[in-house]
């Protein structure tokens, strides 16, 4: 295993380490060990804004922590939920009155952390809401939504939420914001090769030299199909397929565009591959009003890349065009 | 008629912390085939933690219970913290203001920590995970009780039905979980969930057979 970490087994805590070292104008320790809150913003009258999930993602989750966008984060172990303890604590950090916004992934694990949570906060009187993103269309038919996973989506639906928070909405306009942003968006990966938790030492599943795999989960969940390697272009129509039908995206749209690494594929190459998404946007008439491609939602060390589209009114334009300030999005 | 005390509840308890901690390599190499292979280290350290929480201590089985899920809550994440937690948790609340527990009570505490642990997960029986092994258990043991076995038989039900329903699994395909990936090259291997369930339930009924008193008629 070619990585740079200490103890197997500690990877988590000591990366929180390094970001609490390397970012303190960012970052604020909590009295929970895998709770982040943002330095600043600390008498802001608004909603809070918590999202969390497991590591592994990096820069998500807690990279989205910021101006604008989340307050607080709840860290897992690698690919594995946070503890209720987390969210609940997550929760009392993000919150200053106005009551809380969870905004996070559909996956079993988190949301029954999530859901003991709220429990929990209640005792405390602390209101909070989810959203629960489910934009992976390769997880679920579209007659299926709630059992989609939810995946790079998530970025959007803290970008809304964050904003909307942040102009001084209250908790169920936050949460209508962030539910139509995620309900606006579609994403499929591609997978190249597998990555490795370094507890376990050894690769999660396999994908086999020349070959790539259409619909992967972030943690290797299987996708729709195995196929020959192909070229950035004949790639992007696959990824667009799907995604374009799933909406449908129709001529005349305005959208946001994310394409992410998954970790291991170089930035060239996910702008190689978002010129190709965007000539076929172009051609079907669709605008493009923003993009953000990089290494925004990654799963380890794999190689690969994910593709989201989101479909924008006036509404989701205002708030996606205002200002943020985190580690993994500033604007 | 049989009853425990459950003041008794602390030395239950660590035997199921004990039991845990002896299978720790076993569970991970259950799961290492098809799923993480972290499932040991993971129950391993919930299990101690609450172990040395609870040492020196005299609790009552309900408190140990409560202890029991509010720290493997508090420090296993992913699926299998909120799913035991919310097991362990409905059989403390249970039991809360018993002083003795007869075989009825005790089948009363199994159900409604299943009903804790469903009512936070959609998981169901054929998934090939933890329920495989509790509810048909569950089931053996209240049938019998409902059928007018005493204790130590309902107990001998519920140890023999775990160990079915953790084998039942060796044949499905995952539904759930990460070893769902797997689809069809998951069949042939047991659930790491079920192996731990029944390796609980069968010590639960041990650990209060080995306890239990009779009662003058």
Redesign the interface.
């Known amino acids: 295993m070619q990585r740079i970490i200490n103890d197997p ?1 500690n990877v988590v805590d000591d990366a929180v380490r390094g970001y609490l070292r390397a970012s303190p104008t960012l970052y604020a320790a909590t009295d929970h060990p895998r709770v982040l809150k943002y330095a600043g913003n600390v008498d802001a009258d608004k909603v809070g804004v918590v999202t969390g999930g ?1 590591s592994g993602h990096e820069p998500a989750f807690l990279g989205y922590v910021g101006e604008g966008l989340c307050d607080a984060v709840a860290i ?2 690698i ?8 969210f609940h604590k997550a929760f009392a950090a993000a919150d200053r009155g106005r009551g809380v916004a969870c905004l996070y992934g559909n996956y ?2 988190d949301n ?2 999530v ?2 949570a709220r429990q929990m906060a209640e005792l405390d009187d602390i209101e909070v809401q989810t959203v629960v993103a489910r934009d992976d269309v390769a997880s679920a038919p579209a007659d299926q939504r709630d059992k989609r996973r939810g995946v790079a989506g998530e970025i959007m639906m803290w970008k809304i939420g964050g904003a909307a928070a942040a102009r001084g909405d209250n908790l169920s306009e936050v949460i209508r914001l962030a539910q139509k942003a995620v309900d606006a968006c579609s994403s499929i990966g591609v997978g190249l090769s597998s990555c490795t ?1 370094p ?2 030492g050894k690769p ?2 396999s994908i086999e030299p020349g070959k790539m795999e259409l619909g992967i989960g972030h ?4 996708g729709i199909e195995v196929t020959d390697l192909t070229s950035a272009k004949e790639m992007a129509a696959t990824m667009c397929k799907p995604i374009l039908e799933d909406r449908p995206f129709n001529r005349g749209d305005d959208v946001a565009v994310l394409v992410s690494g998954l970790g291991a594929t170089p930035v060239m190459e996910l702008n190689l591959l978002y010129a190709d998404v965007a000539d076929i946007l172009e051609e079907a008439g669709i605008t493009v009003h923003r993009t953000y491609i990089g290494n925004y939602f990654t799963s380890l060390e794999m190689m690969g890349a994910t593709l989201t589209l989101m479909k924008l009114d006036d509404e989701l334009k205002t708030l996606l065009d205002a200002p943020a300030t985190s580690l993994a999005l500033s604007q | 008629m049989y009853y425990l005390d459950t003041s008794k509840g602390h030395d239950i308890l660590q035997d199921l912390v004990a039991i845990i901690l002896e299978n720790k390599n076993y569970l991970s190499e259950v799961d290492g085939a098809i799923g993480d292979g972290d499932h040991g280290i993971n129950m391993a350290k919930g299990f101690r933690q609450c172990g040395e929480a609870i040492d020196g201590q005299s609790l009552s089985l309900s408190k140990g219970l409560g202890k029991l899920a509010s720290v493997l809550m508090g420090s296993i994440g992913g699926s299998m913290g909120p799913l035991y937690g919310s097991l362990f948790l409905g059989m403390a609340t249970a039991v809360k203001d018993k002083d003795t527990i007869d075989e009825a009570a005790f089948g009363e505490m199994l159900a409604n920590g299943l009903r804790s642990l469903q009512d936070i997960s959609d998981a169901q029986v054929g998934d090939k995970c933890l329920l495989d092994t509790l509810v048909p258990a569950v089931e053996a043991y209240q049938h019998a009780v409902a059928n007018g076995d005493d204790f130590t038989v309902a107990l001998e039900r519920m140890r023999q039905s775990a160990e079915q329903g953790k084998e039942s699994t060796r044949d499905l395909v995952s539904n759930i979980g990460r070893s769902a990936r797997l689809g069809e090259r998951s069949r042939g291997h047991l659930d790491a969930g079920a192996v731990s369930c029944c390796l609980l339930l069968t010590q639960l009924a041990d650990s209060t057979e080995s306890r239990l008193q009779q009662q003058a008629a």
């Open positions: 087994d497991g897992g172990e690919f594995s939920s946070p503890t209720a303890d987390a079993a694990g029954m952390n859901k003991l938790i507890a376990n999660n599943f943690h290797g969940e299987p």
